[in-house]
């Protein structure tokens, strides 16, 4: 059962225009989410994350938006570099249950090309 | 750096054999995950310890069973291993309480032949 859903496996954009990564989560309990991002034959990083009590949080180049009855989340990543080039993994998780767990998405690659 | 540790990076072992991964979470940390990446797959997550104690499980095989000692380092073995069972296998940690991020290791390549 994937709660948290991305729908989109791949994405292409120019260098210095906006990377729009979205993702879904069907369980309304999820109180907590975070953006990962990962490079080949490393570990994923954190990026970036934000709180059910919040719809936007901001950190540099990159935000994350949050629509609570859509239950749904984007990241933007203004301007792109091709330095951001990676998988990006959606993350959430029910603070109040399971000290910590996080439910993974697929990944969504994205291309910064020049 | 993350300040999570993993051993060893690359493994290469037989089908049937058994192999053990090993984990040192980040200085504080209580809890330890692990997770698996195959091809095409996102991160499954396996299992997670709190300070010794098992406390959720995920897609574990039964083959596998994990432990986290007094130490907090945590161990994840492998066993009956299957050509199936090629994947990276990551360990995260984080300090509950701290908004639930956790921090992964670079991760242990196994590859089964």
């Known amino acids: 059962d994937q709660q948290v859903k991305q729908n989109s496996p791949s994405l292409s954009v120019q260098e210095g225009r906006i990377s729009i990564l979205n993702c879904d989560y069907t369980n309304s309990m999820f109180d907590y989410f975070l953006w990962y991002k990962k490079y080949p034959a490393e570990g994923p990083t954190f990026l970036i994350s934000i709180s059910s009590i919040k719809d936007k949080n901001e950190d540099g180049r990159f935000t994350v938006f949050l629509n609570k009855s859509a239950k749904h989340l984007s990241l933007h990543i203004v301007p792109s570099q091709p330095g951001d080039s990676a998988v990006y993994f959606c993350a959430a998780s029910d603070r109040g249950s399971t000290l910590g767990r996080l439910y993974f998405g697929r990944g969504t690659q994205l291309t910064v090309w020049p | ?113």
Do not use: M
């Not at chain 2, 994840?76 to 360990?91: I, M, V």
């Open chain 2, 1 to 113: 750096d993350s300040g999570v540790t993993q051993t060893p990076k690359h493994l290469i072992t037989a089908t049937g054999q058994r192999v053990t991964l090993r984990c040192s979470p980040r200085s504080g940390d209580l809890s330890v995950y692990w997770y698996q990446q195959s091809l095409d797959q996102g991160l499954q997550f396996l299992i997670q310890y709190y300070n010794g104690e098992e406390r959720a499980k995920g897609n574990i095989l039964e083959r596998f069973s994990a432990q986290q000692f007094p130490d907090l380092h945590s161990e994840l073995n492998l066993s009956s291993l299957e050509l199936g069972d090629s994947a990276l296998y990551f360990c995260a940690s984080s300090v509950v309480g701290a908004g639930n991020t956790i921090y992964f290791g670079e991760g242990s390549w196994l590859t089964v032949v």
